[in-house]
């Protein structure tokens, strides 16, 4: 089972960048996907992002590029989500996930603990 653990949430202010890191406690031939997916309060889990080890990237709708970036250090079992611009409605909670691939939560089976990002304005 992989364990994934996430770091780079807290408080920031609006307009300001964020990274957001996510490892893997090992690589799996199961989950050769990993990616984010996000909560805001009172709403369901949504896909942001994902990357295959070949850097591969997928991302909620083509124009999320603009703000949002997923890379990968496969040597080191780690994923970014790089924000930029960050925007109120960013906040909420970041999960990490592992899985076969897609945007639905379905397809992906292992999660990490979420972390929150808070975006003032």
């Known amino acids: 089972q992989v364990q994934l653990a996430e770091s780079g949430g807290g408080l920031v202010q609006a307009g300001g960048p964020l990274r957001l890191s996510c490892t893997a406690s090992t690589r799996t031939v199961s989950t050769p996907l990993m990616g984010w997916f996000r909560q805001a309060p009172g709403k369901e889990r949504d896909f942001v992002a994902a990357i295959n080890y070949f850097g591969g990237t997928l991302y909620f709708e083509e124009s999320a590029k603009d703000r949002f970036t997923i890379s990968r250090d496969s040597a080191k079992n780690t994923i970014y989500l790089q924000i930029n611009n960050l925007k109120p409605e960013d906040t909420a909670v970041y999960y990490c996930?592992?899985?076969?691939?897609?945007?639905?939560?379905?397809?992906?089976?292992?999660w990490g603990q979420g972390i929150q990002v808070t975006v003032s304005s």
């Open positions: 996930a592992a899985g076969r691939g897609g945007t639905t939560l379905n397809d992906y089976s292992e």
